[in-house]
């Protein structure tokens, strides 16, 4: 650990322990790079497809460090988060493959299938209002109960996690100008923030116009911490924390906001050039390339597909709405 | 070459020459291995992700490796094919890379998704009448006009470089037990039984019940020449070609078939855990997997994941009213 990180926040030694620590659980996911969509987006784009990690998404992965370190530590007992639902169904697996039972405070207005892959992966899903406040105190009772709390982006061992994504991906490529990932609670882009350290790419990050509380905190220079979320990026709709806003706000060069209509035709042109459905939240980062020429044109860009979980029926209406 | 083999049915040596002929246009596909997919299939599947193949299918290989050998022989001119669909988008592509132009005859009652495809990547549709005889009529045409015909699947060329996704797999995954295609004309189960020669693995095909005319005709003892079909994988609708039927008899164990519903639900299964949205063709080799434990049980298996077009609102249906 260096003695100028406070003991909270990951250093890079500690995103390389976590990567030896999941390597038996997480897939190490493909990164695709597209003559097609780069000659749409005018950068040689490297797309890390978390969309294809267990679980649907890079949750996984953090989710996994945080529940092998508990054991690692002779930590025993059955583990509660809240979520809109990828980071419970990622701690719902991991939970599951390591013989503990995950609870999982979900908003009563998630996405069902996100639902459904918390309870198909062991999960007990315990539903609240949509509000910060009740989430916090149904949390709050189930640890009361004895339930360890996994926060599912303010907590050193999940960031570490997050950061095992970018480690895989500047490994495969090297050489990256820039890379670039989707920023809810910033889990993800805390940890990519921390892994760009070994190889001096520039961090950006995205957040949908309708869930920019980041880039208020950034004008404002502190942390706003309440927004009402408005977008489509159910993924994104969090504030961010903390421990991540602070490495943001030191180590992230700018964090870009998108439209939901940005974020559609994005998902739409992922589809026609790489075949893959993924999430809104994933679609951030394609369509802050796509409006942004003048920072990515020409670039060696690497970014981070954050998931791919949703609908069938809904991913066919987003995208066939601006088709 | 080998002796023993015809000159215009390809051996081990083509398929590792046409390997390093597309390396710089066809992308090297992940090969994915999912626990829960396996847990499923009671085997250990690694999926060749063919999805994720430039122009989303495996049709990329062989048009490739068919329009480069044309560029070393010396051959110019523009090329021109039938199709469904997928291999008309494959070969549109390779030749507009090539500085050609590709004229595809595609029935009527394409998926409209494909005609788009083929004319995105540069080529121009002809449409005909949805039988044999009018897709012979207007390709006749076409090649007295001066087009080089390039056969998507009775063809030395294609055959050799439908191959290569088996040898890349072979090469990632060691000791598998055994490899399953789709088989719909039979260029891809051709290529890959000319590619097990090196491992081993034995070597089955699956055709939907609609069009099982390489079953009908395995067991006739001769190529059966008529078939209507009847399926919605709308890529292997088309009937056994001659090469192709040949190497099946002497190399590959078995075809199966599978039901329409089989298929759906097998696209669902597939989006379920590993979410990826795969075309009813590719679908096959799943529900083939899933409908014979006694064959794949406890099995090292490959499984190679055809292609990945279809329209959004199309698969959304065909896997929600499975769901």
Redesign the interface.
Known sequence: MNPDTPPDIPDLADIHLARARIDDWA?IT?V?S???LNGKLACKLFCK?E??Q?T?SFKFRGASNAVIKLREDGIEGDVATHSSGNHGAALALAATLDGRQAHVVMPENSVPMKIEAVR?NGGIVHFCAATSEAREEMLGKLVADGKIPVHPYDFADIIAGQGTAAIELFQEVPSLDMVITPLGGGGLVSGTAIAARTCGARVFAVEPEGAADTVASLQQGYRVNTWKPDTIADGLRAIVGVRNFALIQAEVTKVFTVSDVDIRRAMLLF??E????IEPSSATVIAAISNHPEVFSGKKVGAIISG??LD??T??TM??EVA
Chains 1, 2 share one sequence.
């Not at 790489?274 to 459905?277: F, H, N």
């Open positions: 897939r493909p695709l597209d003559p097609g497809c969309n294809l267990r649907g198909r589809w026609q790489l075949r893959m459905a791919g979980n069938p029926g991913w066919s995208v066939s």
